[in-house]
């Protein structure tokens, strides 16, 4: 049913009158008389019928009349919900890694939660390869996700990508081991995604060496107990407050760098939500 047409049976019910819809809606009486002869095509029913030298509307035309009320509130809801105009509204489905929504999403969600109560963030953490798979499946509207300056990712074109922020990171080790000892240690890398292990055996490889790739885990402060038991040594953020008996060794020829992005499915950008939330990362 064009919704056109359904605005023309409910502003009938209100006036009474073909003539005085025509006049409120800028139309002829004629035109007001075919789009309701083929909106009751439409449906299969007989909305008017005549009253005198009027028309009145029918028990099934009350009725339609009626749901019309209804189905047009919703299609108004639906277009000031989509306007990039109007005041944001609505729940934004967001994935990311944990640095990220702790360094970037917490504080737009302390923002929102003053400025734009009317958004809500359902936050779920993940890596990058579960996060790009949740944006094909559309189970979230946005994702935080990052790579490495050697081993940087190949973002596809069905996805916009907006860099957030960079930043440097270094080889930790054990306190009192040397840079050129830890190439030959055991080391520890991510569970969940491959990109760190790849720039370790990148650095491993320009200083002449395979590193033994023993354990794997997701969580950094995991990493930073493994290193303190001397079980091997990893790559960590350069600005993180480690524990005793843990080093961190600066990384030069080559520097690492972490890089954060915020991704969202091409053409999405729009969406109010979307757009104020981009906005403020």
């Not at 936050?123 to 490495?148: G, R, S």
């Not at 960590?236 to 992005?261: F, K, N, W």
């Amino acid at each position: 049913m064009e919704t056109r047409r359904l605005r023309l049976l409910v502003e009938l019910a209100r006036l009474g009158s073909m003539r005085e819809v025509a006049e409120e809606m800028g139309l002829t009486t004629s035109t007001v008389s075919q789009q309701l002869a083929i909106l009751a095509r439409d449906v299969g029913a007989a909305l008017i019928e005549p009253d005198g030298r009027r028309v009145r509307l029918t028990p099934a035309g009350r009725r339609l009349a009626e749901h019309s009320v209804t189905i047009l509130a919703a299609v108004e809801a639906a277009r000031l919900d989509l306007d990039p105009g109007a005041e944001p509204t609505g729940s934004l489905r967001v994935a990311g890694f944990a640095t990220a929504i702790r360094r970037s999403l917490l504080p737009v969600q302390a923002l929102l939660s003053v400025r734009h109560q009317g958004v809500r963030l359902l936050i779920n953490e993940h890596e990058p390869y579960e996060a790009f798979a949740l944006l094909d499946k559309d189970a979230v509207d946005l994702a935080l996700v990052y790579d490495y300056n050697l081993a940087p990712a190949a973002f596809e074109s069905r996805y916009e990508t907006r860099p957030l922020w960079t930043v440097p990171w270094s080889l930790a080790v054990p306190t009192g081991t040397t840079r050129s000892d830890a190439w030959g240690t055991d080391w520890i890398v991510n569970s969940r995604h491959t990109a760190d292990e790849e720039v370790v055996r990148t650095l491993a490889a320009m200083n002449g060496c395979e590193p033994r790739v023993v354990h794997r885990c997701d969580s950094l402060e995991l990493v930073q107990d493994l290193i303190v038991a001397g079980l091997g040594v990893a790559l960590l953020p350069a600005a993180m407050s480690v524990r005793d008996g843990i080093a961190l060794l600066p990384l030069t020829e080559p520097e690492v760098h972490l890089r954060a992005y915020a991704v969202n499915r091409r053409g999405r950008s729009s969406w109010a939500p979307l757009a104020l939330v981009l906005d403020l990362l």
